[in-house]
């Protein structure tokens, strides 16, 4: 092209299915984003009806992973992340912020979305010190994610793992706790787990999901604090541990209020 970037993936734009609604685009459209067609805006809305705090709960997730990875490229010096589920970029990506604490910082994002493919390219951006990468793979076979990701990052040294609102896809809850695992034991000790998931302790919220789910969209299993909290088995929780997201270390001076989505950041020891 004459501006030099690439024309997006032709094979990638014709997978993009825009008669169903679809999560990534969902969220983006709740975040204020214009990555989204008319079904997904449909279905915001309809979910934002009888969910009203779901803005609050999207705009409260992107507002924790700014703070976690703040946090684990600042104050616990970790140069290395490994973002699974990329999701559509918005406002201050994984890559971005850590690179703007550390710009040697190394990131690979995974998702296997056309969409997310297609907007790849925005993605691929970094400091000239650092490195951002992205790999299109299934989070159902983490094996072959670590050996991809091998080839960027370095896992004979600490990882920050980060799965932000993406177990939930899931269905079956013991394969995703078997994902999780086999994730985690890819890491070299030091490394930490950066996770978030949306909890079933709001009848609204839970009506919303359902309603969601019966559109034909690729479903989202709510779950509950202890369920998420199993994730994090075997590993060391920094404070205040797997909190609702608003109440992990809050910016001083704000008044943060609890919210229907859960995480933590957790040392592998």
Request: glycine letters at 8%.
């Amino acid at each position: 092209m004459a501006d030099g970037r690439p024309a997006p993936d032709q094979d990638a734009l014709s997978k993009i299915d825009t008669t169903v609604p679809h999560s990534a685009r969902i969220w983006n459209y709740w975040m204020g984003g214009k990555d989204n067609y008319e079904v997904d805006r449909v279905a915001g809305d309809a979910y934002r009806e009888v969910a009203p705090n779901i803005e609050t709960m999207a705009r409260a997730s992107r507002d924790y992973l700014i703070r976690t990875v703040t946090f684990v490229a600042g104050e616990l010096g970790i140069r290395q992340f490994l973002d699974i589920g990329t999701g559509l970029p918005t406002y201050d990506n994984t890559h971005q912020v850590a690179q703007r604490v550390a710009p040697e910082s190394r990131i690979v994002y995974v998702d296997n979305d056309p969409l997310v493919l297609r907007h790849a390219q925005a993605l691929l951006t970094s400091t000239p010190e650092g490195v951002t990468d992205y790999i299109d793979a299934d989070l159902h076979e983490p094996e072959k994610i670590i050996e991809a990701a091998s080839r960027i990052l370095d896992f004979s040294r600490p990882v920050a793992l980060m799965l932000m609102g993406i177990l939930g896809h899931i269905q079956d809850y013991e394969e995703a706790k078997s994902i999780v695992r086999r994730l985690q034991e890819a890491l070299p000790p030091g490394s930490y787990f950066v996770h978030y998931d949306s909890t079933d302790t709001d009848a609204a919220l839970k009506e919303a999901q359902q309603g969601y789910d019966d559109t034909g969209a690729i479903p989202y299993v709510l779950r509950s604090p202890d369920q998420i909290g199993a994730y994090y088995e075997g590993l060391e929780p920094v404070e205040p541990g797997i909190v609702s997201c608003p109440l992990w270390r809050p910016e001083p001076g704000t008044l943060p209020e609890p919210t229907d989505v859960h995480g933590g950041v957790a040392r592998k020891p």
